[in-house]
């Protein structure tokens, strides 16, 4: 039987979201955000009122679709509703993967096998996460990023669309890895991190 959802955030992240709702042959019934006029469109679903209101829909699942990990933390504490994973049909899971609730994951994502991925993470359209990483919770893991086997990645860390993660490296938590980057150490200290090699830059 399909799902009804509730998507939290009408940006276009939420565009991504909605698809990946709908693809899967569940339903994105409304979308709650703080910023959007009650009735605007997103996609094919409207906005029903902000994100506090969430109280009044607990008959459906819910799904964080803001892009803002700490966003999504913080949210997530906060509403005692049932979550819903965001898995495109397109996306490529090993049946040796492990995803935990309100997780994205995109079109033509690949998570193989022995792979875990935390609560509310993004994974995102092509990123390819190899055999035995852990990807914490409400992570990031921007368009065409590739980590190696064996990576780990701590909460609320973004890696940059296109970067890519050397074998079983251990990149902490709350950290940016940018556009491009190509990690050849494990990173143990929150900052930003850029360039081939990646080093730190903030
Ligand atoms: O990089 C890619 C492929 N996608 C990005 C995605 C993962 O994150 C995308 O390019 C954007 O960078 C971002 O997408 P998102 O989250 O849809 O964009 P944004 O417009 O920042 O946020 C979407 C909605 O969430 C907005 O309408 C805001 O109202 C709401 N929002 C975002 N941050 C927030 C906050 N609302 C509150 N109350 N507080 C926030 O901190």
Redesign the pocket.
């Known amino acids: 039987m399909s799902e009804s959802v509730i998507v939290i ?6 565009k991504v979201v909605i698809d990946c709702i709908r693809k899967a042959g569940d339903r994105a019934v409304g979308i709650l ?4 006029e009650m009735g605007t469109m997103v996609s094919d679903v409207p906005v029903l009122g902000k ?1 506090d209101a969430f109280k009044s829909y607990r008959e459906h699942k819910f799904i964080i ?4 990990n700490a ?1 999504r933390r913080e949210l997530s504490k906060k509403m005692d509703v049932r979550w819903y994973t965001a898995i495109h049909p397109s996306a490529i899971l090993s049946a040796y993967a492990s995803i935990d609730e309100g997780t994205v994951v995109a079109p033509r994502a690949v998570v193989n096998a022995g792979a875990s991925i935390g609560r509310h993470c ?1 994974i ?1 359209t092509g990123a390819i996460i190899e055999h035995d990483c852990a990807i914490g919770s409400f992570s ?1 893991i ?2 065409a990023a590739a980590l190696a086997g064996g990576v780990t990645v701590g909460e609320e860390t973004q890696i940059g669309i296109g970067a890519s993660v050397k074998n079983r490296l251990a990149i902490c938590q709350r950290c940016t890895v940018g556009a491009g980057a190509v990690v050849v150490k494990s990173i143990d200290e929150e900052g930003v991190y850029a360039g081939v090699p990646a080093r730190r830059i903030k």
């Open positions: 955030g009408g940006g276009g992240h939420a955000d703080d910023a959007l994100i679709a803001i892009g803002n966003f993004i995102n990031h921007s368009p």
